[in-house]
């Protein structure tokens, strides 16, 4: 019996989250059938307003429902110390570990040759002008994933930032090879930070 068009419509909407697959996609396209009118609607609406009140922080880059995030809005956080991470999800990574309390600066990326992502398509001019406007940052943390592409962004973003008289330093690992910070636990994002290193001039 082939889906019927409503449903497969839906199915291949789901497919396209990440982490979803196609029996997945179909289990959940179908429990929305059992779902009430009132709930359907709340799940739409949901869906509305995290793409119309959801914008990036004008400092950092991420997710905010105002122009300037809290994390960079709290006068409590070490302003010396900036964390350079890849995407928003990596500082809810770091929050949850609750073992850094300095600034964020997010890329929105990683260079990758394989998916023709280069310098110009990430935040790192914000990066160098934040820097230059805020002096009072000591020490940049490079905390980009342990994998191919997230080592050549590091590599990249040390050689830029020598002309800072700043210290740059990489997360110790700790970190499992090719894995993502998103999907570590607590205490190895802990570890890893507690236990970062001076980036070498190679």
Do not use: W
């Amino acid at each position: 019996m082939e889906q019927l068009k409503s449903i497969e419509n839906l199915i291949e909407n789901f497919n396209k989250l990440p982490s979803i697959g196609k029996k997945t996609a179909e289990r959940l396209a179908y429990s929305v059938l059992d779902m009430s009118n009132e709930d359907v609607d709340e799940f739409i609406l949901a869906l509305k307003e995290v793409k119309s009140n959801i914008k990036t922080c004008q400092i950092c880059g991420m997710y905010s429902q105002e122009d300037i995030c809290p994390i960079c809005q709290d006068e409590n956080r070490d302003k010396t110390t900036l964390m350079v991470v890849s995407y928003p999800k990596d500082v809810l990574a770091f929050e949850k570990s609750k073992g850094f309390n300095g600034l964020y600066h997010i890329l929105n990326g990683v260079i990758s040759t394989n998916k023709n992502i280069g310098v110009e398509d990430l935040n790192i001019q914000s990066l160098l002008e934040r820097i230059k406007n805020h002096t009072e940052i000591k020490e940049i943390i490079i905390a980009t994933n342990p994998n191919i592409d997230g080592e050549t962004t590091a590599l990249y973003l040390n050689k830029k930032l020598k002309q800072f008289n700043i210290e740059i330093t990489r997360l110790a690992y700790g970190l499992q090879m090719g894995g993502a910070l998103d999907y570590t636990d607590s205490l190895t994002l802990t570890k890893s930070l507690q236990g970062r290193h001076k980036l070498g001039d190679d």
